[in-house]
């Protein structure tokens, strides 16, 4: 239960609406009150005067008193009914408050949760599984809005009612009160344990429905691979056995929901049951009124939900408690890469330095750059060559703080990245990653991702750079606004990379690092590309990693990594004549041959 008082900032939040629900509720349930009363009024006039009706032989004296009575009785089905009205309207502003504010910390919630995901670092993504991560924004906020929402009112409800209704049977009869009260408390234990089974078993449905989506997912996505290696049945069998074990699963919720519904109507017959008995044992004593015996039978269904929602409630309670922990360790961790407290902001130019740069990927123990030393001037163009995981997308990595390193320091124009605002520091580098990733979105808002405000022309011209412009007007009926993604055209690897491109030269910054971001693309567009880039990064400091040799590019130095750190470094024509791997990757390269020491 503590966990849950991280939400009391919320009840704080939206107190008026929190304290006029609650007033709402009190005010629908003393309107509802009343109907009892008036029931019992009902009975006792009726008892009172029918035996003098039935001594009375005149006719027009039967006639005045029937019409007379008749009219009593109309006012009271009358008066019933617009306190029934009054209740249900109150009743309605009670919902309009109370579940109406759930909503909102629903919603505050939501954001609170999506913006910490925004502020850790990559080494949690890599920790947790997506799964993992989207159920703390989904199904733990949903069940924590259980407990701030529904469970918060019919709490409230439960108390008021039992309050009210309890003492007014005290004011009759005691001992009819006990027995009447007596078999509800054993309606709440069972609501709160077969809520639970029935809380169990969603669960297990919950997990299995998440695993089918997620086979069939696959296969759609997967199903040229699913086709070639002629899988169809296998797959199909595959599914078929996580589909028998939802139905078998489901099949046995629906045994138990089956059974809720009359254990509750026997319960609450049982009630309704004794309290006949026992109430007409005590109005033949005479100790109570027949009145009193059918206002009595009227409590016991007014109890009977508010017992079955103290069941209830606890385990909505105990889930959202549950749930809330999670957040709430969720909440309190703290990024590793964050900003200093004096952390400034920068105008970059370009110079990078990395000295005695030891890296360890925390989750993997795996050291990827080891005492790596490296300088480059502003305006200068360096190449990262080297094998497969030698290190390269590493070293991009610790330039943009995705990670920081555990030795060594890593600096931008003689400054400590560390000693940098990260919004300041990773502004003004373009990224271009080796993995690209577009949203569902369309291509120009793809391409102006950094830059929202960028006009259409300037979409164009970064477009025009990374060679994508003609692809984008020619192929596509809706050009820039053409939607890409799940409901959209589906791009060529090429033509996604050249996007990417696109989107990292719109920024326009001083410093830009492309990691391996042509693999995709033909030797003719590569070439047309690197003609553009070599023109817009005359001014700028670029850092190009690759596997393959770009001749036409002159760069200032080419470093050729291995087990992260350097083992030839120069220019073009330095490197070749030293004959060792990056002569070797050339003379390979020139003959058309396939690189092997790369390919391992
Ligand atoms: N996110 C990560 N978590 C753990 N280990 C990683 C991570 N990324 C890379 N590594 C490991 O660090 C080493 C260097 O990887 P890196 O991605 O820097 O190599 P690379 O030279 O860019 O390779 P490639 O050319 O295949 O992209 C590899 O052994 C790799 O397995």
Redesign the pocket.
């Known amino acids: 239960m503590k966990h849950l008082a991280a939400l009391n900032k919320y009840f704080v939040k939206y107190k008026w609406r929190f304290l006029l629900g609650l007033l709402f509720t009190a005010v629908s349930i003393v309107f509802s009150i009343f109907q009892p009363i008036m029931v019992r009024q009902i009975f006792d006039l009726l008892e009172q005067n029918l035996n003098t009706y039935g001594l009375v032989s005149d006719t027009h004296l039967k006639g005045a008193f029937r019409g007379d009575f008749t009219k009593v009785l109309a006012f009271y089905g009358l008066t019933i009914l617009a306190f029934a009205l009054l209740s249900g309207f109150f009743m309605f502003l009670q919902r309009q408050t109370l579940i109406v504010m759930s909503r909102f910390i629903e919603y505050d919630l939501k954001n609170e949760v999506y913006e910490q995901y925004q502020r850790l670092d990559?080494n949690f993504f890599?920790m947790h599984r997506t799964g993992d991560l989207m159920s703390r924004i989904t199904e733990d906020v949903s069940r924590v809005r259980m407990y701030v929402g529904p469970a918060v009112m019919y709490a409230t409800r439960t108390v008021i009612m039992l309050i009210i209704i309890v003492y007014l049977m005290l004011e009759v009869n005691p001992l009819l009160t006990l027995y009447t009260l007596l078999p509800l408390p054993f309606l709440a234990v069972t609501i709160y344990y077969v809520n639970r089974i029935i809380h169990r078993k969603s669960e297990r449905i919950q997990a299995q429905l998440s695993g089918i989506t997620t086979i069939a997912q696959e296969s759609y996505s997967g199903i040229r691979v699913i086709k070639s290696y002629v899988q169809e049945d296998a797959t199909a069998e595959y599914f078929d056995k996580a589909s028998n074990e939802y139905r078998e699963s489901s099949i046995s919720l629906a045994k138990t929901d089956a059974l809720y519904q009359p254990t509750m109507q026997l319960m609450i017959g049982l009630s309704v049951i004794l309290t006949i008995f026992i109430g007409g044992l005590q109005v033949m004593r005479g100790n109570i009124t027949v009145g009193n015996l059918a206002e009595f039978v009227i409590y016991v269904n007014m109890l009977t939900f508010p017992f079955f929602s103290i069941g209830w409630v606890a385990s909505m309670v105990q889930r959202a408690a549950a749930s809330q922990q999670r957040l709430n360790e969720f909440l309190e961790i703290q990024p590793e890469i964050k900003d200093s407290p004096d952390a400034q902001t920068v105008v970059l130019k370009g110079a990078v330095r990395l000295e005695n740069v030891t890296f360890t990927?925390p989750?993997?123990g795996?050291t990827?750059l080891k005492n790596f030393n490296l300088a480059i001037q502003p305006g200068q163009k360096v190449a990262v060559i080297?094998?497969?995981?030698?290190?390269?997308?590493?070293?991009a990595?610790l330039l943009i703080r995705m990670y920081d390193p555990q030795e060594g320091r890593v600096e931008l124009d003689g400054l400590d990245i560390r000693g940098m605002k990260l919004q300041s520091l990773r502004e003004q580098i373009s990224y271009v990653p080796?993995d690209v990733f577009l949203f569902s979105d369309t291509i120009a808002n793809n391409i102006r991702f950094a830059r929202p405000e960028a006009d259409i022309e300037t979409v164009k011209r970064a477009a025009r750079q990374a060679s994508i412009e003609k692809d984008i007007s020619t192929q596509f009926r809706e050009g820039f606004e053409t939607v890409i993604g799940e409901r959209g055209v589906t791009l060529s690897g090429g033509q996604k990379q050249r996007i990417s491109i696109a989107r990292g030269l719109l920024k326009d910054p001083n410093l830009l690092v492309f990691?391996?971001c042509l693999s995709a693309v033909d030797a003719k567009t590569e070439k047309e590309i690197i003609g553009n880039l070599y023109e817009y990064l005359r001014h700028k400091t670029a850092i190009i990693?690759t596997?393959r040799i770009f001749s036409l590019f002159e760069f200032d130095k080419i470093i050729v990594?291995d087990e992260?750190a350097i083992v030839e470094q120069g220019t073009h024509e330095e490197l070749l004549s030293l004959n060792g791997y990056y002569a070797t990757l050339y003379a390979r390269q020139q003959s058309g041959e396939e690189d092997p020491v790369m390919a391992s």
């Open positions: 990559l890599k990927y989750h993997t795996i990827a080297g094998r497969t995981g030698s290190g390269k997308s590493t070293l990595q080796q990691d391996d990693i596997h990594l992260g």
